[in-house]
């Protein structure tokens, strides 16, 4: 069963400081691996995609990498800021039409 | 920038009774996606439509569930006759054209709550 585990499932960091949240998947066939920032109240927005080839990828302050022989990926945050404060998802994309699966999130906390 | 919108942003409905989402996508997307995301537990996927028709369902997607694109511009969840259970945040999702890098687009979801 495909499945996105992501971890730890919430953190608290104070502002300023780095983090880095991780996702491990089984999914398969693999296509892609988003992570989504989301928002109490809204929808999930992209941050970063990534295909089997690529292991590396930046958003501003964000950056994603991804592990494919592991099935790892993960999101690493540079001095966040208090607007960081979301729910982070990984998403992992099979198929031709985006037949998805999305992890259970990490609610970051980030404080003053 | 474009954004994908939905309304309305809380629905609150009867048991057994009918109920419609809708959701405008991005004007030039073609694939479109409703999702939703029960309180507290991941976003789950329930169908994806293309071309005017279902190109993929989940589990959840049963006959309760239809999905229609009337006019060309929204895009609507039906459930027929719902049930507690239905009570989630529906989101919407588009994307631009087919290849797997093109990110979805998604609305800020339709909270509905059943009583």
């Known amino acids: 069963k495909n499945q996105v585990e992501q971890s730890p499932q919430s953190l608290i960091i104070l502002e300023g400081k780095n983090c880095t949240l991780q996702?491990?998947?089984?999914?398969?066939?693999?296509?892609?691996l988003r992570w989504y920032k989301q928002d109490t109240g809204r929808g999930p927005v992209s941050l970063t995609i990534?295909?089997?080839?690529?292991n590396t990828k930046s958003n501003g302050r964000y950056t994603a990498t991804l592990d494919a022989d592991t099935k790892q990926s993960s999101l690493h945050i540079t001095a966040s800021q208090l607007s960081d404060s979301a729910s982070y998802i990984c998403?992992?994309?099979?198929?031709?039409?985006?037949?998805?699966?999305f992890g259970t999130g990490t609610k970051l906390q980030v404080i003053p | 920038e474009p954004e994908v919108t939905q309304t309305p942003s809380h629905q609150v409905t009867q048991m057994g009774q009918e109920v419609i989402l809708r959701c405008v996508p991005i004007?030039?997307?073609?694939?479109f996606y409703w999702y939703r995301q029960i309180l507290g537990q991941k976003v789950e996927f329930l169908v994806s439509?293309?071309?005017?028709?279902?190109?993929?369902k989940s589990e959840i997607f049963d006959d309760q569930f239809s999905v229609e694109r009337p006019d060309g511009s929204n895009f609507t969840l039906k459930i027929r006759s719902t049930k507690l259970e239905d009570s989630a945040m529906y989101f919407c999702?588009?994307?631009?054209?087919?290849?797997?890098?093109?990110?979805?687009?998604f609305g800020d979801g339709t909270r509905l709550s059943i009583l």
């Open positions: 999702a588009s994307r631009p054209r087919t290849g797997g890098n093109q990110p979805q687009h």
């Open positions: 996702c491990n998947y089984t999914v398969s066939p693999f296509s892609n």
């Open positions: 990534m295909t089997f080839s690529e």
């Open positions: 998403v992992v994309n099979s198929g031709g039409y985006q037949k998805v699966t």
């Open positions: 004007s030039n997307h073609l694939y």
């Open positions: 439509f293309y071309n005017n028709e279902i190109s993929e």
